[in-house]
């Protein structure tokens, strides 16, 4: 493996770690956190809202500022591999818009602006929208990785395809 491989391993390493961290967090603030907060009255349920959200946010800020640093970097490294790939084109731009999507609601949540105070005082929906949409983003990354080997032949490695480009 040359150097390059090995940024390509790195960088997909910390980009599925990001969506293990920020998804599983997500999912336990909704199905733990969120059911203990309400059991609590209103006044309590805030505090420990408050309290909670201001150690999360640093989580989802950098999580999103980590996610955009690799995505871009496994974008720009897979899209030689699959040239003239229709369904992979497609499937991967859908998949992005999911992505930034669920970015701006996750910014939403943990956020102070009052343009989101409406996800915020929703929260228990936009994290329903916020999950769903992940687990529809993972689906879709999950069959894309494994397409390769479905009824058609696997595409091109980063290798051949430098090869390819260099030869006359």
Known sequence: ?????????????????????LVGGS????MVVGPVLRANSAEVADQWQAAL??????????GI???????????IRAMP???????YHALIGTKIL????????????????GAFQFMRDGRRTWQGILLFLAVVIVSMSGFLKVRASMDRPAPATAAQVNAESVSP
């Open 27 to 30: 999912l336990y603030a909704a």
């Open 65 to 75: 500022a980590l996610f955009l640093l690799t995505g871009f970097y496994n974008y």
């Open 81 to 87: 591999l699959h040239k003239g790939d229709g369904l």
């Open 1 to 21: 493996m040359d150097g390059l491989d090995w940024l390509d391993v790195v960088s997909r390493i910390f980009h599925v770690l990001t969506a293990i961290t």
């Open 53 to 62: 959200t201001a150690g999360w946010k640093k989580w989802v800020h950098g």
């Open 98 to 113: 999911l992505a930034l999507a669920v970015m701006v609601i996750a910014s939403g949540l943990v956020g102070r602006s």
